[in-house]
């Protein structure tokens, strides 16, 4: 058990940088999700804590010792790998007991070890089998067993779930988040899936372009968005984005005005509100008026699409509402439900 | 109705341009393997049928052709050059594969491009090196001289077998705690093993078939099978019915080994370019 | 021990052994190109022009065997054989190849039966295909002679071997059934990558076949075609085994490709910096494919 201390690292491959120094403190028994786009540099993070990429520059901690110098296999981390990265030329059994064999564990301890790690994870009727007579789940599961048959420092998973189907990536999600929590490990996991960043994350690490860009418990990123970037990522459907003015405590967009508690006064800025804090009215009666382009239904609730001047709203209504395409209909929503952001610096305001 | 009696005759008339190209590929082997089994003086006739017989196979092992010492010394030659050459072409293809190295690019073209030195060019040079160190007529040379034949060939071939290896795997078991050198012996030799014995015996029929060095390097000790051949000669004239059977030797165990590897046989060739 | 290190270790010993095996004689040669070494005559290499002795101004005499290569009318005769052999070679067998390709891609059992032989020919020592070449070749009871002269009658009484033209197009033949089952596999492979559902959406859109053939399965083709090609012009550049056992250059020099030039002259006449000097005229076209061919491929990542 031990926490995770990443101090100002970077990491750069020519010109391209990947990771730009970057600080973090994961805590001991913490599960951690770093969630963000392709190419964020959340994955390379990752590497780099397991080893398998050298910081360019920075120092990584691992409890107190510093492992910038050590090999992987000497870090005491384990990993599971997006593609599983299972041994094909070996039965379950020994994938699963590899850990064990390189790491010298007494071969008397082994198959009560792998026992219990596949009972773990339900795998126990599949010993003898090789990876590729499994399915997707099951090789899932083989991948976890290995990384949780020695009792590791720290667990790291590399999208773990995304290649499994929908449903099972699911029922997979619980059994991570049951898994983790009856280990008590520090868990760092990597994934581009907001839900699985929100259901299973102690904190959430936002990352953009090779850097943090917010940092907190999964309702604080939802309920509180730190910049534009996050607001936009989080939330699925995402939360609307209207580019306007701010002037004497008002938000002027070219087709409506609402007053809002706010001194600064900006040419630029954006108003966010979440699809669930727009209602939608008689166009008379609303803030806002608008046509509407496009009404689906998701099963346990609807989302209607509508134009407003320039922009494009969602909003997200009862499951039994309808209406019809190109009809005027008004929005209303509270003011005190709405974020401002300064397109300048794309930080809330 | 009439578009389906189209399809028909084009089906058929395919069947039967596949079925030519499929003559003349097998007639000639087959001229070749018969002759194998003819007397001489059927041999000058063409008969397709003829009274088999087993004599020319116990003709040339017999002196002066003595084809046994040949046939052990294109194994020989053939086989050592494969067993030097796959370990460090594994090696190195691993390196190529896996790591970002100093002049990569530069150190991957140079190896490659000796695959397209003409050999008649190399020849020269070796030719006086092994008179001057007494090694003419050796399969020891023969051995030397094949290597810078096989080795890029080995390394292309073997590199583009372990790039289709999925690095996930590896990295876990460098995770799991393995050390560079166990995850080599561990994980990757046995996920590429069946593209290392693929290379293995592709590079062993391309030395088997080596004509151009041999031929210039020996004269009777270190000859090997495809020189033999020349040597059917006697007073009335070329032996073909020796040659033949000569033939049958030289072919049938390259076919075998052909047939094994059939699935990636093109694309050992192609230097992986066609994937 | 860290992998930084390791990486060069393991490309170290293939690295310096095709360093030794191949740049070595390569600069040899290219060292002997200027000098005169008759073996036959000398223990010893000489070079072809001593400053001191013979003069500043004399240089050109280094280049004397290049200058003797290039006045030779044998030399150009082999360079108008090799070419004319590469080309028809090339024409001929990718051509085959292609057409063999297309017929042999739709898969079934009879067709995958048929793409199993194509191996043969491929597994073959040339060695061996040009003397069994020239044993169905013989006039009287030759196999080739028989077959030929009864589907044409004008072809009855040729002398294949001991005609100039007959003799290269032997060897073209020879060298076209060895390599035309290689290169249809090359070519389906490329087929098999050619993206279907483009030629679907060709055929929806209304193409004919052939139009389909043209206009999608062609240009995705083309790439493979290239490698074809020059793979096949490097082979056939350096083509020596089938001549040396067919024809051995005959009749005459008729068919003396430029390698068996060089190993006439290097090991009959033994005249090592002369073959040197001429060997270096092969590398600089082979040069060039090989340039070609290396960009194609790497291209292609």
């Known amino acids: ?349 | 109705m009439g578009n389906s009696i189209r399809k028909q005759v084009a089906d058929l008339f395919q069947f039967a341009l596949i079925l030519c190209a499929a003559v003349v590929i097998l007639v000639p082997i087959y001229w070749i393997a018969s002759g194998a089994f003819k007397q001489q003086v059927d041999v000058f006739q063409l008969k397709l049928l003829f009274t088999p017989t087993l004599a020319n196979f116990n003709e040339i092992f017999r002196s002066p052709y003595n084809l046994h010492e040949k046939l052990l010394n294109s194994t020989l030659v053939a086989g050592t050059t494969v067993i030097v050459a796959i370990p460090m072409a594994t090696m190195a293809a691993y390196s190529f594969s896996r790591f970002r190295l100093r002049f990569e690019r530069t150190m991957f073209l140079m190896i490659l491009s000796t695959q397209f030195v003409p050999a008649v060019v190399i020849v020269l040079p070796y030719f006086l090196l092994f008179r001057d160190l007494g090694l003419l007529d050796t399969r020891l040379a023969l051995v030397l001289v094949n290597l810078s034949l096989i080795l890029p060939f080995a390394i292309w071939m073997i590199k583009g077998f372990i790039d289709g290896i999925p690095l996930d795997t590896e990295e876990a078991a460098l995770v799991d705690g393995s050390s560079r050198l166990q995850v080599i012996w561990n994980i990757v030799l046995p996920m590429a093993l069946p593209g290392i014995l693929t290379a293995a015996i592709f590079c062993f029929i391309l030395a088997w078939n080596e004509f151009l060095f041999a031929v210039i390097i020996t004269n009777s000790k270190a000859v090997t099978m495809p020189v033999g051949l020349s040597l059917f000669h006697a007073e009335e004239g070329v032996l073909w019915h020796l040659i033949s059977a000569a033939g049958i030797l030289i072919m049938l165990p390259m076919f075998g080994l052909a047939m094994i590897i059939q699935k990636h046989f093109v694309q050992g060739m192609t230097l992986g370019a066609v994937r | 021990m860290r992998d930084r290190h390791l990486k060069y270790l393991f490309v170290l010993p293939a690295l310096v052994l095709v360093l030794v095996t191949s740049f070595w004689p390569l600069l040899q040669s290219f060292w002997l190109s200027f000098r005169e070494w008759k073996l036959s005559r000398a223990r010893e290499s000489r070079p072809l022009w001593e400053p001191e002795f013979d003069g500043w101004e004399t240089w050109p005499y280094l280049l004397e065997n290049y200058q003797r290569a290039l006045e030779d009318d044998l030399l150009w005769n082999s360079v108008q054989v090799t070419t004319t052999f590469m080309f028809a070679s090339v024409i001929v067998s990718v051509g085959l190849a292609l057409g063999l390709a297309l017929l042999l891609a739709p898969g079934g059992k009879f067709r995958l039966t048929v793409r199993t032989l194509l191996i043969l020919p491929f597994a073959m020592s040339p060695a061996l295909i040009g003397i069994s070449w020239r044993f169905m070749f013989q006039p009287d009871f030759g196999l080739f002679q028989a077959v030929f002269g009864a589907v044409v009658p004008g072809l009855a009484d040729v002398d294949w071997l001991g005609d100039p033209t007959f003799a290269l197009i032997a060897i073209i033949g020879s060298d076209v059934w060895h390599w035309t089952p290689y290169l249809t596999l090359v070519f389906i492979g490329g087929l098999a990558n050619v993206p279907r559902d483009a030629q679907e959406a060709a055929m929806i859109d209304g193409a004919s076949s052939w139009r389909v053939f043209v206009d999608v399965t062609l240009p995705a083709l083309i790439p493979v075609l290239a490698v074809g090609i020059i793979l096949k012009s490097i082979f056939s550049l350096k083509m020596f085994d089938q001549v040396y056992m067919l024809t051995n250059g005959g009749p005459g020099n008729a068919t003396q490709t430029l390698a068996h030039y060089i190993y006439f002259h290097g090991f009959k006449y033994y005249d090592m910096g002369y073959a040197s000097a001429v060997s270096y005229l092969l590398v600089i076209p082979m040069l060039g494919l090989t340039w070609l061919y290396m960009k194609l491929v790497f291209l292609k990542r």
Request: proline residues 5%; contains cysteine; hydrophobic residues 40%.
């Open chain 1, 1 to 349: 058990m031990a926490s995770v201390t990443l101090k100002g690292i970077t990491k750069r491959w020519n010109e391209f940088v990947a990771v730009r120094d970057l600080s973090l403190l994961i805590e001991d028994q913490e599960f951690l999700v770093l969630l963000g786009p392709s190419g964020c540099g959340k994955t390379t993070t990752m590497r780099m804590i397991a080893g398998l990429e050298e910081p360019t520059l920075g120092e990584v901690f691992i409890g107190d010792r510093k492992v910038n110098d050590d090999l992987p296999k000497d870090r005491d981390v384990a990993m599971v790998f997006q593609n599983y990265g299972l041994y094909p030329h070996l039965s379950v059994y020994e994938n699963i007991r590899y850990p064990l064999k390189v790491r010298k564990v007494p071969k008397s301890l082994h198959s009560e070890k792998v026992r219990q790690a596949a009972e773990k994870v339900q795998l126990d009727h599949l010993l003898e089998r090789k990876p590729r007579e499994l399915s997707g789940g099951q090789r899932q599961r083989v991948a976890l067993a290995r990384a949780i048959v020695r009792t590791p420092t720290v667990f790291l998973m590399d999208e773990p779930l995304s290649n499994l189907d929908a449903k099972l990536r699911v029922t997979m999600r619980a059994e991570l988040k049951h898994l983790q929590h009856e280990l008590k490990i520090t868990t760092v996991y990597v994934t581009h899936d907001q839900i699985e960043a929100m259901t299973l994350a102690d904190r959430v690490a936002v990352m953009d372009h090779g850097i943090i860009s917010q940092l907190g418990p999964p309702e604080e990123i939802y309920n509180d968005p730190a910049n534009l970037f996050v607001a936009g990522f989080i939330g699925s459907p995402p939360m609307n984005l209207m580019k306007g003015k701010l002037h004497d405590n008002n938000f002027q967009h070219p087709n409506f005005s609402i007053s809002i508690n706010h001194e600064a006064n900006l040419e630029e800025a954006t108003l966010g509100i979440r699809p669930e804090d727009l209602i939608l009215c008689a166009a008379q009666k609303g803030v806002l008026q608008g046509t509407v382009y496009a009404h689906e239904l998701t099963g346990e609730s609807t989302l209607t699409t509508i134009n407003v001047g320039p922009d494009r709203l969602t909003i997200r209504g009862p499951k039994e509402f309808k209406i019809n395409i190109d009809e005027a209909v008004g929005v209303q929503f509270e003011a005190s439900k709405c974020f401002l952001f300064s397109n300048q610096t794309g930080e809330r305001i």
